[in-house]
């Protein structure tokens, strides 16, 4: 059978559409419930220090798992790893739920700690399924379209986290709590149910390191010693980790733009239409030179648009500037994974893919925590700007560092 062409090629295959739909089911779950739980956790605490340790919730057990799910997403059944790991997220939504019902509201008579205690499971879970995902799906797709299938995979999964915020901030401010995580825990369920369709892949042949320990070097080793991938993770590292501001969007709605639980919603989903525009205009229109330039400038018009945010109280202002963060963002993760997928072993994907976790994954938890502290110490707006700064800062010196990602032409 010949291998599909055009922009539509990887949705041509059936295994490669149910794990887009499972992916898309389960982001636009996830982000509703990231923006009832970041509301409900405000409004209990009323701190913003309170917003970020829900990144922390989560970031500390995905990074402590992370390389050992590696390991296993190299060893084991990809889609027996994916399966049993959103099984467990069916449980965390369905607890959240449960806690806003009659028989389970005495749990948050301890105020937020049960909700934090159920990010911290899900936080787990999200650590093993990370590296499964990554490393799932170039084996459901031809090599010669891994680029338009992770265009694909980026597009279904922006169009997710851009309606599940305003879902979530709808659902939220028109029919209450019950009705949001309702709604989440049907996605999370249609997900499982999906991905439970997808066909069953065979494990890779293993690599030559001998034991758990030296697999996992092995893995790490590949990172450190390639500039190329290191220097793209790295960006996406302070990126993420100094210029996002979206722990502390609840704050921005409701005391500097004044627009609410529906506004929330809608800033949260801002940055997801940008990266949605760019996707869909990639997919038609691949990059084909200087892809490391292009990064570098991409990164660095993110934390451009975190700065002027920052100083923005108009919320169309806010929303276009958001809007164009993700649309630099969706640059940066579209290379990024094309590398990652074009430039790594088959039978190292996993580990690779958890490295990439750590740095980019887990650092957007840790990102919310270290815009909780700044905000803090700094107050709300001062600490974005910080961050935005930073990351320029970050974008000059790896400019400087990574020569062969600054000079790197087109991804193959």
Known sequence: MSTPTGPYAALQIPDFRLFISTRFCVTLAIQIQAVVVAWQVYEITNDALSLGLIGLAEAVPSISVSLYAGHLADIMNRKKIIVICLATLLLCSLSLLFFTLEPGKFILSYGALPIYAVIFVSGIARGFITPALFSFMP????????????????TLWETAAIGGPALGGLLYGW??????YAADVLLML??????????????????????????????????????????????????????????????FAKEILMVGPQGLGLLRAAPSIGALLMAFYITHHPIKKNTGKILLYCVAGFGVCMILFALSTNFLISLFLLMMSGMFDCVSVIIRGTLLQTLTPENMKGRVSAVNHIFIGSSNEIGMFESGVAARLLRVVPSVIFGGCMT???VGTIAVLAKSLRRLQRVH
């Open 139 to 154: 084996q459901l797709v031809p090599r010669e379209l891994y680029s338009n299938a992770i265009t694909w995979n980026s």
């Open 175 to 180: 029919l209450g709590i019950q009705a949001s």
């Open 190 to 251: 249609t997900g499982l149910l999906l991905a439970i369709g997808v066909t069953n892949k065979p494990v890779p042949p293993e690599s030559e390191e001998q034991g758990i320990f030296e697999k996992i070097k092995a893995g790490l080793r590949f990172v450190f010693h390639h500039q190329i991938i290191l220097g793209a993770i790295s960006l996406d590292l302070f990126a993420v980790l100094f210029g996002g501001a979206v722990a502390l969007l609840p704050i």
């Open 392 to 394: 320029l800062v970050s």
